[in-house]
T-cell receptor, first 113, second 114 residues
Framework: DADVTQTPRNRITKTGKRIMLECSQT?????MYWYRQDPGLGLRLIYY???????NKGEISDGYSVSRQAQAKFSLSLESAIPNQTALYFC????????????FGEGSRLTVL | GEDVEQSLFLSVREGDSSVINCTYT??????LYWYKQEPGAGLQLLTY?????DMKQDQRLTVLLNKKDKHLSLRIADTQTGDSAIYFC??????????????FGKGTMLLVSP
């Protein structure tokens, strides 16, 4: 089983709909991230969380919100989806220690029509 | 802010060596990373190098770091079709609570032809 699991893996929705992407991890890491990937733009950070009570905005947080329900769960919401939010979304956890390795889920592909 | 730049595309023939280059701007970078993303998958750490090292070798992979020029490269020897993927360069700098904050480049798509 994957250490970082994202659901759904694929979702097609319409403009204006509310969408939630969920992430769960079994690595026991405190720090979790949400990124979006767009062709030619690489990975851009949306939100990150140090622990259940610590949520931080990334470089492109507008239009998104997050919830850290437990150490193992970090969900990303689009309150009113728009077409330019069509992208591949990745959840990641971060190991403690100096190397700070990130462990990624397999991604959630979202299409907003 | 920090910036990481890399070329977007590289095409090589099977058996040749591949060299993917990256430049970064943050002089306080402590670790530099190469992540690999295969089609339909998430990113996986390929290798990393500590900022006080010049070179790291791991089987077919050689990482070279020129800290003065803030230049990082990844060389893949005897490139195989299975090496076709997107390769992301990333750098980390000290952050809060002992964690590092990573900044990623846009990724280099490596295409290996038979």
């Amino acid at each position: 089983d994957a250490d970082v699991t994202q659901t759904p893996r694929n979702r097609i929705t319409k403009t204006g709909k509310r969408i939630m992407l969920e992430c769960s991890q079994t690595k026991g890491h405190d720090r979790m991230y949400w990124y979006r990937q767009d062709p030619g733009l690489g990975l851009r950070l949306i939100y990150y969380s140090f622990d259940v009570k610590d949520i931080n905005k990334g470089e492109i947080s507008d239009g998104y919100s997050v919830s850290r329900q437990a150490q193992a769960k970090f969900s990303l919401s689009l309150e009113s989806a728009i077409p330019n939010q069509t992208a591949l979304y990745f959840c990641a956890t971060q190991a403690e220690g100096r190397t700070g390795e990130l462990f990624f889920g397999e991604g959630s592909r979202l299409t907003v029509l | 802010g920090e910036d990481v730049e890399q070329s977007l595309f590289l095409s090589v023939r099977e058996g040749d060596s591949s060299v993917i280059n990256c430049t970064y701007t943050d002089s306080s970078s402590t670790y530099l990373y190469w992540y690999k993303q295969e089609p339909g998958a998430g990113l996986q750490l390929l290798t990393y190098i500590f900022s006080n090292m010049d070179m790291k070798q791991d089987q077919r992979l050689t990482v070279l770091l020129n800290k003065k020029d803030k230049h990082l490269s990844l060389r893949i020897a005897d490139t195989q079709t299975g090496d076709s993927a997107i390769y992301f360069c990333a750098e980390s700098s000290p952050g809060r609570s002992g964690y590092s904050t990573l900044t990623f480049g846009k990724g280099t798509m490596l295409l290996v032809s038979p």
